[in-house]
């Protein structure tokens, strides 16, 4: 299995460099950590009194992977969560917080497990999680992915602003979609047919 540090490295692969969309709630990002995380974390890099958009764009490769670790994995205690679901949980704590957990115990309440929907990581959940995995970790990952992917899609159903980040312009999967999909069996990816029916009514 990967590292913790591994998982990290490739997270912050996959954001990329620094992007500011004024459609995207978390403001000026880059390797995926928000200023809006930044001001919470009071890491004024340039030493100017305020974190700003500036902050952002100093922001290093490392202090992402070592920010991921601390705050997204570490004080969440992803740990909890069984190894083979852990990349895709701890993918989805930096894309979206909380709601990667509350994910999860929805899944297991689906499954009929006796967990609270909180979003919060904790023995209850870590139990079920790991009960859920017996005796085929795969699955659990896979139904993970799928409903990950699916919240990404009743995002972009609920709010047009966000369907460029499940849509290209050239009408492929965009990056929520192929995101999710990347911590799929590829049993489970949706065809260009599949997607292109799923976002129809988009049109």
């Not at 919470?40 to 009194?49: A, I, M, P, T």
């Not at 069984?82 to 989805?92: C, I």
């Given at each position: 299995?990967?590292t913790?540090?591994?998982?990290?490295?490739?997270?912050?692969?996959?954001?990329?460099?620094?992007?500011?969309?004024?459609?995207?709630?978390?403001?000026?990002?880059?390797?995926?950590?928000t200023?809006?995380?930044m001001?919470?974390?009071?890491?004024?890099?340039n030493?100017?009194?305020?974190?700003?958009?500036?902050?952002?764009?100093?922001?290093?490769?490392a202090?992402?992977?070592?920010?991921?670790?601390?705050?997204?994995?570490?004080?969440?205690?992803?740990?909890?969560?069984?190894?083979?679901?852990?990349?895709?949980?701890f993918?989805?704590?930096?894309?979206?917080?909380?709601?990667?957990?509350?994910?999860?115990?929805?899944?297991?309440?689906?499954m009929?497990?006796?967990?609270?929907?909180d979003?919060?990581?904790?023995?209850?959940?870590?139990?079920?999680?790991?009960?859920?995995?017996?005796?085929?970790?795969?699955?659990?990952?896979?139904?993970?992915?799928?409903?990950?992917?699916?919240?990404?899609?009743?995002?972009?159903?609920?709010?047009?602003?966000?369907?460029?980040?499940?849509?290209?312009?050239?009408g492929?999967?965009?990056?929520?979609?192929?995101?999710?999909?990347?911590?799929?069996?590829?049993?489970?990816?949706?065809?260009?047919?599949?997607?292109?029916?799923?976002?129809a009514?988009?049109?």
């Amino acid at each position: 299995m990967q590292t913790v540090r591994r998982i990290a490295q490739d997270i912050v692969h996959r954001e990329g460099g620094f992007v500011d969309d004024p459609d995207d709630p978390g403001g000026a990002t880059k390797y995926g950590v928000t200023i809006h995380t930044m001001r919470r974390l009071g890491l004024d890099l340039n030493g100017d009194g305020a974190v700003s958009r500036d902050d952002a764009q100093m922001l290093s490769c490392a202090q992402a992977v070592d920010i991921f670790i601390r705050h997204y994995f570490e004080k969440p205690r992803l740990a909890l969560v069984p190894e083979h679901l852990q990349p895709s949980v701890f993918d989805m704590y930096v894309n979206a917080g909380g709601q990667a957990v509350r994910l999860l115990q929805s899944l297991l309440r689906q499954m009929g497990f006796n967990v609270v929907v909180d979003g919060v990581m904790g023995p209850q959940t870590g139990r079920a999680a790991k009960q859920a995995a017996n005796p085929d970790p795969l699955a659990l990952r896979d139904a993970y992915g799928v409903a990950r992917r699916n919240y990404y899609f009743r995002l972009a159903d609920r709010r047009a602003n966000l369907r460029k980040f499940a849509r290209t312009r050239a009408g492929n999967k965009g990056g929520w979609i192929k995101r999710a999909e990347e911590f799929l069996s590829p049993t489970y990816h949706l065809s260009r047919v599949e997607f292109q029916k799923r976002v129809a009514a988009w049109d």
